[in-house]
């Protein structure tokens, strides 16, 4: 088979498409033959050389796909050869075919064609670990996103409004602005030129962000804890802006607020397991609805991932980037 391998960390010219020894189906895993996968940040920062796949995991970049079942491995069950999936992996989607752990494994959801669907597994996962799962975003409160013209901001908007809450996004320019309104965010703000403390504040009547969804990290560390309303949750899953910051505990404390970090990738199979039934349960009836789509900017041939990786860095794209086989 084929799959874009990277044999020294650099620029997008590193993603070379190469023929490779074909994965193998271990205990409780399946073998998918990829229709697609999808560009992550992460693959970026992979391709650079400073995020590694965790142990076991397929050394090509790609974390997540969809496709359909060519081989099922020892102790499957509930799957059979042929079913079409998408799949939450730790490595290998930009592969003509990989191995995934069955408990990773989603149905395509009714409504969305096979190659669209591989714009969904990690960024819905992402969604609703850490904004549901972890910060218990509930009906009426208000989530701060930053990055909302993300694959990651775009979900979250539409999960958000989905069950009741109140969504402000960050991103720069009326144009990515208005794409946000329209998938249903109320309070708009271009980081360019406004502050996003202050908006959160006068849309709130002074109250600030219940939930804050950040991808920056240190950069944004003081002013969403300023952002944050009482008893607030902030959940840091990028580090975009660095990764040292000096934080305020006084004002942590007099707020009552969390602050949580997760990485989705490193978990173990166990929890990411339990995360895909979660969303096979809370989110898939939603996107069958069509109350959440999956928002995509492109596609582009997978031999040709070194453009799709060039796009994705220029920020100039709305939603998510896919790679056809």
Known sequence: MHAITIEEPGGPEALVWAEVPDPVAGE????????????????????????????????????????????????????????????????????????????????????VDLVTAAALPEVVCTVWSNVFMVAGLRPGETLLVHGGSSGIGTMAIQLAKAVGARVAVTAGGPEKLARRKELGADILIDYREQDFVAEVRD??????????????????????????????????????????AELNLGALLAKRAAITATSLRARPLEEKAAIVAAVREHVWPLVAAGRVKPVVHGSFPMWEAAQAHRTLESSTHVGKLLLTT
């Open 203 to 244: 849309a709130t009547g002074g109250a600030g962000a219940d939930v804050i969804l950040d991808i920056m990290g240190a950069k944004y560390l003081a002013r969403n804890l300023d952002a944050l309303a009482v008893n607030g949750r902030l959940a840091v899953i990028g580090l975009q802006g660095g990764v040292k």
């Open 28 to 111: 409780g895993e399946v073998l998918v033959d990829v229709a697609a996968s999808a560009v992550n940040r992460a693959d970026v920062l992979q391709r650079q050389g400073f995020y590694d796949p965790p142990p076991g995991a397929s050394p090509y970049p790609g974390l997540e796909c969809s496709g359909r079942i060519s081989a099922l491995g020892p102790g499957v069950s509930g799957w059979a050869v042929g079913d079409e999936v998408c799949a939450l992996l730790g490595g290998g989607g930009y592969a003509e075919r990989v191995a995934v752990p069955a408990g990773q494994l989603l149905p395509v959801p009714a409504g």
